[in-house]
């Protein structure tokens, strides 16, 4: 039961990074530079104070780091779609996580491929395909917030497995700094591609900046790891479906988006929600049956 618990404030907690994506006006690849750069930082300071720096052998902290580059393209096309469509529009291309890890997930961890699982999947590739073929303003937001997913999937397995060896802190840790220094290497493409951008937070942003490094990644992902000792990682992407629903809820709040859906927009959210609680029973009846064995 804990470690639902942990997943559900985890998936709490994804549901305002959207929101904050959409508050700061750097562009996608400065905020997310400034993210990771603040994370690692905030990372650094909280090991020091409790004299808790995390230690593993080289072999594995490469590994982690890996994993956590991944983590940053990910954020990179997530709030690229943002910034192309809208909150509403971005999270919801999360949902196809289902979809990528009942792929992906048997191939990496050697794990007994579902069909059911995957049928729950469909469901969602179901949603997306009637928002991407009846709502064309949106198409090149929901091909990024697609690409993103797939790196979202990946994130996730590659946490699942390297978790396995390693405290929740200690992951944590080197996956933020992986991501900030992959990252790094790749800004001057990026800033000689995207040429003349705001390169300074301005206050405000540099506000909501460290919110989002300290609650939004660093809360977020220690939950999310913490999660993944006791679930399966096809059952926390799922279960992440949820994200929209907080997102797009605080997006109709403070940005009125709901003036810019259309009915195909809440129809694939009814598919994409009926997916989720379908998963949701499956994988509380499985627990059930393994606590009474």
């Given at each position: 039961?804990?470690?639902?618990?942990?997943?559900?404030?985890?998936?709490?907690?994804a549901?305002?990074?959207?929101?904050?994506?959409?508050?700061?006006?750097?562009?996608?690849?400065?905020?997310?530079?400034?993210r990771?750069?603040?994370?690692?930082?905030?990372?650094?300071?909280?090991?020091?104070?409790?004299?808790n720096?995390?230690?593993?052998?080289?072999?594995?902290?490469?590994?982690?780091?890996?994993?956590?580059?991944?983590?940053?393209v990910?954020?990179?096309?997530f709030?690229?779609?943002?910034?192309?469509?809208?909150?509403?529009v971005g999270v919801?291309?999360?949902?196809?996580i289902?979809?990528?890890?009942?792929?992906?997930?048997?191939?990496?961890?050697?794990?007994?491929?579902s069909?059911?699982?995957?049928?729950?999947?469909?469901?969602?590739?179901?949603?997306?395909?009637?928002?991407?073929?009846?709502?064309?303003?949106?198409?090149?937001?929901?091909?990024?917030?697609?690409?993103?997913?797939?790196f979202?999937?990946?994130?996730?397995?590659?946490?699942?497995s390297?978790?396995?060896?390693?405290?929740?802190?200690t992951?944590?840790?080197?996956?933020?700094?992986?991501?900030?220094?992959?990252?790094?290497?790749?800004?001057?493409?990026?800033?000689?591609y995207?040429s003349?951008l705001?390169l300074?937070?301005?206050?405000?942003?540099?506000?909501?900046?460290l919110?989002?490094?300290?609650?939004?990644?660093?809360?977020?992902?220690?939950?999310?790891?913490?999660?993944?000792?006791?679930?399966?990682?096809?059952?926390?992407?799922?279960?992440?479906?949820?994200?929209?629903?907080?997102?797009?809820?605080?997006a109709?709040?403070?940005?009125?988006?709901?003036?810019e859906?259309?009915?195909?927009?809440?129809l694939?959210?009814?598919?994409?929600?009926?997916?989720v609680?379908g998963?949701s029973?499956?994988?509380?009846?499985?627990?059930?049956?393994?606590?009474?064995?």
């Amino acid at each position: 039961m804990k470690y639902f618990l942990y997943l559900h404030i985890s998936i709490l907690l994804a549901g305002f990074t959207g929101v904050a994506g959409k508050l700061i006006q750097l562009r996608e690849g400065v905020m997310v530079w400034y993210r990771m750069l603040f994370t690692v930082l905030l990372l650094i300071l909280i090991s020091l104070c409790s004299r808790n720096f995390p230690q593993s052998d080289k072999k594995r902290i490469f590994r982690m780091m890996g994993v956590g580059f991944l983590l940053a393209v990910h954020w990179l096309f997530f709030f690229g779609s943002i910034k192309a469509s809208n909150v509403s529009v971005g999270v919801v291309c999360y949902a196809l996580i289902g979809f990528f890890s009942a792929l992906l997930e048997p191939l990496f961890l050697k794990r007994k491929f579902s069909w059911l699982e995957l049928g729950f999947s469909l469901i969602t590739i179901a949603g997306i395909l009637l928002l991407f073929t009846l709502d064309f303003r949106y198409r090149l937001g929901i091909i990024l917030g697609s690409i993103s997913t797939l790196f979202a999937a990946l994130f996730t397995i590659g946490s699942k497995s390297e978790g396995r060896f390693v405290p929740a802190w200690t992951l944590l840790f080197y996956e933020m700094l992986g991501g900030f220094l992959g990252l790094s290497c790749l800004m001057p493409l990026y800033l000689w591609y995207f040429s003349g951008l705001q390169l300074i937070p301005s206050g405000m942003d540099f506000g909501y900046l460290l919110l989002l490094a300290f609650f939004c990644t660093i809360g977020l992902y220690w939950f999310q790891i913490r999660a993944l000792a006791g679930v399966s990682a096809f059952t926390v992407n799922i279960s992440y479906n949820l994200e929209p629903v907080y997102s797009i809820i605080l997006a109709m709040i403070l940005f009125q988006e709901h003036h810019e859906l259309s009915w195909s927009f809440y129809l694939s959210l009814f598919l994409i929600i009926s997916a989720v609680g379908g998963q949701s029973i499956r994988s509380w009846l499985l627990e059930k049956k393994k606590a009474g064995s």
